[in-house]
């Protein structure tokens, strides 16, 4: 019945009168099971008896009879959706129960290494269904699904095996190292539970493509008037967004999308620090953004100015050709609906001197170049007789005591001590990793008690905090503090963003940090058509109300959010409120060992905390699943096996002049 459906959608859409000759070949036979059909499209028996006796006349008719009434935009409208519901349910009916299928073998590889066998193929079962729901399957892409699958048992088995379990027969968690150490061979089933779920999967899906047909997708041919979706900007709100309206809009080639970034990738911020800290291959931790898109078109280049009444863009495409200097070319992109995600810059709060002087850490070349500085204040230490010219140079300052000041310290911390052995000229005495936090402690967004665990673990290792202590200025080797000065010829500031600055020039509203202010739904208020999200938006959550904070676990959440409002409000549907509870927060203090702080599920108001090395292991096992590719994920799996054996690299990689 389905192909039916769809090859009359298809034939309707194209909006030109019907011949007779062109229905019947187009399949659309309404008397056959025309209950069926009608029901699924809300049609009417005394309308379906209408169609069937307007075709039994045009049998008796000339063949260029035209067929008005099947034209009607309201039953093409009725027909598209049905036809996307059937193939919807289709859809996840079959890979539900593929899952299900995988997740129940798969869990074989976890009798022997649980204690609860039969509640085990059950957990199995159920989370191989979701999984199988939730994951769109790529044809023959094994590898990919067996990295992203693997890597899913390693929260599964601390979730399930390390917390839940022990819960259930009624005894507390522990994080000992005995205990870690009783738990280990669950931790291997997990892991080969993930990847025999991915394959499994993987491969009843493919079987399924080749015996039933790949997944139905609705057939809509393009039609004239496309409706333009234009993004600003490629980081976790503006890709994600675009991905989401591909998935949405699937084969609906009315729709045309367009995203406009500065940079052709989506960087990782997450393991930003360990670039800087000379754990990561910089490229690995950003995914090109023209191999993640498949139908929207992307343009490298610069927004320079939005006329929000012409509805226009000015995108500057800056270039360089053989032979010449530069060359910068202009475009003007028309748009239905505009997505602002623009994300945020460094807000030095007026100090000019220190906006000159000081590193920033938001991009990779910010990340590439404080590795590199760091490197180079080694060489020149290295060479330095004098000890009170030597001090500047290995004393490294990071203002902001945030996730990223905080990480960065830590990194900075375990390379600058890991590279020691190659300056035999420099003492471990003579380093100074120096956080600067203008409040009394520092990680805000974590619990009192894994604040504290960060400052003690990371000053072990060495990092000096000063904290309720604000920078005030600086000038060429020295940091100037509100109660003192620190000679530092290094200076990194992660203390403060604001929201892009392009933003401020539009006629929308913006909030005290320059945030453009949204409604619950993310659209603009009295700008039909403009939305924003993510770091430069300013959004109230649609059910508490609370401000949500800019990091990337809400930007892709509230891609998710708008894609579906653009999409009800081109559909005439109404759109739904942005509501999202955090998951919780996990950060990296220095080489195996970081703070995790998870919401419980189903009880909001409660967390669970972890640290050290149980921490560690889930921030890389999140975080290595959450990156997006499996190129990626191979090249930074490969990256941190390395570094368990080599020494941190110390090669200068670009020329900091
Ligand atoms: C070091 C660091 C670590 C972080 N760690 C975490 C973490 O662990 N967990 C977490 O949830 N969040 C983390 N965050 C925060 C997270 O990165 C941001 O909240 C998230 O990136 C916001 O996404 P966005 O798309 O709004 O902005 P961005 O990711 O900043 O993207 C903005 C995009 O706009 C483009 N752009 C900017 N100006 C223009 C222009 N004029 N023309 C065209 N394109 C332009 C940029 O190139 C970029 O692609 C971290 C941030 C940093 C800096």
């Given at each position: 019945?389905?192909?039916?459906?769809?090859?009359c959608?298809?034939?309707?859409?194209?909006?030109?009168?019907?011949?007779?000759?062109?229905?019947?070949?187009?399949?659309?036979?309404?008397?056959?099971?025309?209950?069926?059909?009608?029901?699924?499209l809300?049609?009417?028996p005394?309308?379906?008896?209408?169609?069937?006796?307007?075709?039994e006349?045009?049998?008796?008719?000339?063949?260029?009879?035209?067929?008005?009434?099947?034209?009607?935009?309201?039953?093409?409208?009725?027909?598209?959706?049905?036809?996307l519901?059937?193939?919807?349910?289709?859809?996840?009916l079959?890979?539900?129960?593929?899952?299900?299928?995988?997740?129940?073998?798969?869990?074989?590889?976890?009798?022997?290494?649980v204690?609860?066998?039969?509640i085990?193929?059950?957990?199995?079962?159920?989370v191989?269904?979701?999984?199988?729901l939730?994951?769109?399957p790529t044809?023959?892409?094994?590898a990919?699904?067996?990295?992203?699958?693997?890597a899913?048992?390693?929260?599964?088995?601390?979730?399930?095996?390390?917390i839940?379990?022990?819960?259930?027969?009624?005894?507390?968690?522990?994080?000992?190292?005995?205990?870690?150490?009783?738990h280990?061979?669950?931790?291997?089933?997990?892991?080969l539970y993930?990847?025999c779920?991915?394959?499994?999967?993987?491969?009843l899906?493919?079987?399924?493509d080749?015996?039933?047909?790949?997944?139905?997708?609705?057939l809509?041919?393009p039609?004239?008037?496309?409706?333009?979706?234009?993004?600003?900007?490629?980081?976790?709100?503006?890709?994600?967004?675009?991905?989401?309206l591909?998935?949405?809009?699937?084969?609906?080639?009315?729709?045309?999308?367009?995203?406009?970034?500065?940079?052709?990738?989506?960087?990782?911020?997450?393991?930003?620090?360990?670039?800087?800290?000379?754990?990561?291959?910089?490229?690995?931790?950003?995914?090109?953004?023209?191999t993640s898109?498949?139908?929207?078109?992307?343009?490298?280049?610069?927004?320079?100015?939005v006329?929000l009444?012409?509805?226009?863009?000015?995108?500057?495409?800056?270039?360089?050709?053989?032979g010449?200097?530069?060359?910068?070319?202009?475009?003007?992109?028309?748009?239905?609906?505009l997505?602002?995600?623009?994300?945020?810059?460094s807000?030095?709060?007026?100090?000019?001197?220190?906006?000159?002087?000081?590193f920033?850490?938001?991009?990779?070349?910010?990340?590439?170049?404080i590795?590199?500085?760091?490197?180079e204040?080694f060489?020149?230490?290295?060479?330095?007789?004098?000890?009170?010219?030597?001090q500047?140079?290995?004393?490294?300052?990071?203002?902001g005591?945030?996730?990223?000041?905080?990480?960065?310290a830590?990194?900075?911390?375990?390379f600058a001590?890991?590279i020691?052995?190659?300056y035999?000229?420099?003492?471990?005495?003579?380093?100074?990793?120096i956080?600067?936090?203008?409040?009394?402690?520092?990680?805000?967004?974590?619990?009192?008690?894994?604040?504290e665990?960060?400052?003690?673990?990371?000053?072990?290792?060495?990092?000096?905090?000063?904290?309720?202590a604000?920078?005030?200025?600086?000038?060429?080797g020295?940091?100037?503090?509100?109660?003192g000065?620190?000679?530092?010829?290094?200076?990194?500031?992660?203390?403060?963003?604001?929201?892009?600055?392009?933003?401020?020039s539009?006629?929308?509203?913006?909030?005290?940090r320059?945030?453009?202010?949204?409604?619950?739904t993310?659209a603009?208020?009295?700008?039909?058509?403009?939305?924003?999200?993510?770091?430069c938006?300013?959004?109230?959550d649609?059910?508490?109300?609370?401000?949500?904070?800019?990091?990337?676990?809400?930007a892709?959440?509230?891609?998710?959010?708008?894609?579906?409002?653009?999409?009800?409000?081109?559909?005439?549907?109404?759109?739904?409120?942005?509501?999202?509870?955090?998951?919780?927060?996990?950060?990296?203090?220095?080489?195996?060992?970081?703070c995790?702080?998870?919401?419980?599920?189903?009880?909001?108001?409660?967390?669970?905390?972890?640290?050290?090395?149980?921490?560690?292991?889930?921030?890389?096992?999140?975080?290595?699943s959450?990156?997006?590719?499996?190129?990626?994920?191979?090249?930074?799996?490969?990256?941190?096996?390395?570094?368990?054996?080599f020494?941190?690299?110390?090669?200068q990689t670009i020329?900091?002049?």
């Open positions: 019945m389905q192909p039916l459906v769809t090859s959608m298809a034939a309707n859409a194209t909006d030109h009168a019907w011949t007779i000759e062109e229905l019947l070949n187009a399949g659309c036979c309404w008397g056959v099971k025309c209950e069926f059909v009608g029901r699924k809300g049609i009417s005394q309308a379906l008896r209408d169609h069937q006796g307007s075709r006349r045009a049998k008796r008719r000339p063949s260029n009879f035209s067929f008005q009434a099947v034209k009607s935009h309201h039953l093409l409208r009725r027909m598209r959706h049905a036809d519901k059937l193939n919807r349910m289709n859809r996840y079959q890979r539900g129960l593929i899952g299900l299928i995988a997740g129940t073998l798969a869990s074989v590889a976890l009798v022997t290494t204690d609860h066998p039969w085990v193929v059950l957990i199995g079962a159920a191989g269904a979701s999984y199988a939730t994951i769109r044809p023959h892409a094994y990919d699904t067996l990295m992203a699958a693997g899913l048992g390693v929260p599964l088995w601390g979730l399930l095996s390390v839940a379990f022990p819960l259930f027969s009624g005894r507390m968690p522990e994080w000992t190292a005995e205990e870690m150490r009783t280990f061979p669950a931790l291997v089933g997990w892991v993930g990847t779920l991915g394959v499994v999967a993987q491969g899906s493919d079987l399924a080749r015996i039933l047909g790949p997944e139905p997708a609705a809509i041919p039609e004239p008037n496309k409706t333009h979706i234009v993004i600003l900007g490629g980081g976790f709100a503006g890709m994600k967004t675009a991905e989401n591909e998935a949405l809009f699937a084969a609906d080639r009315s729709i045309a999308m367009t995203l406009v970034s500065e940079t052709n990738a989506l960087l990782f911020t997450p393991m930003l620090a360990e670039v800087a800290g000379s754990s990561l291959e910089p490229s690995h931790i950003s995914s090109p953004l023209r898109l498949h139908r929207t078109q992307f343009i490298r280049g610069r927004v320079t100015q006329d009444e012409g509805r226009r863009v000015f995108v500057s495409l800056e270039g360089r050709r053989a010449e200097a530069t060359s910068t070319g202009a475009r003007e992109l028309n748009y239905d609906h997505v602002l995600a623009l994300g945020s810059v807000n030095y709060l007026g100090m000019t001197n220190v906006q000159k002087l000081a920033n850490f938001k991009s990779l070349l910010d990340a590439i170049r590795r590199n500085h760091v490197i204040m060489e020149r230490a290295d060479r330095e007789p004098d000890a009170a010219v030597r500047p140079m290995l004393t490294f300052v990071i203002a005591g945030g996730f990223a000041g905080v990480e960065l830590g990194a900075l911390n375990d001590r890991g020691l052995a190659d035999p000229n420099l003492r471990a005495e003579e380093l100074r990793i956080l600067v936090h203008a409040r009394e402690r520092i990680l805000p967004e974590l619990s009192e008690s894994l604040a665990y960060a400052r003690k673990s990371m000053a072990a290792r060495g990092v000096v905090f000063k904290l309720n604000r920078l005030s200025d600086a000038r060429p020295v940091v100037v503090l509100n109660d000065e620190i000679p530092a010829e290094t200076l990194v500031w992660t203390a403060g963003t604001s929201p892009h600055p392009l933003l401020r539009l006629a929308v509203g913006h909030d005290k320059g945030g453009v202010v949204v409604d619950s993310l603009v208020p009295g700008h039909p058509g403009l939305w924003a999200l993510g770091d938006a300013a959004i109230a649609g059910k508490t109300g609370q401000p949500c904070p800019p990091t990337a676990q809400f892709l959440r509230e891609a998710y959010a708008l894609a579906r409002n653009i999409k009800a409000q081109i559909a005439g549907r109404p759109l739904q409120p942005f509501h999202f509870n955090t998951l919780g927060a996990l950060c990296v203090v220095g080489h195996q060992t970081a995790a702080e998870l919401t419980v599920p189903f009880a909001r108001k409660k967390s669970m905390r972890f640290s050290g090395l149980l921490a560690w292991l889930m921030w890389r096992g999140i975080y290595l959450k990156l997006p590719g499996l190129e990626r994920k191979v090249r930074v799996f490969v990256d941190w096996t390395i570094e368990l054996f020494p941190r690299d110390i090669v020329d900091l002049n």
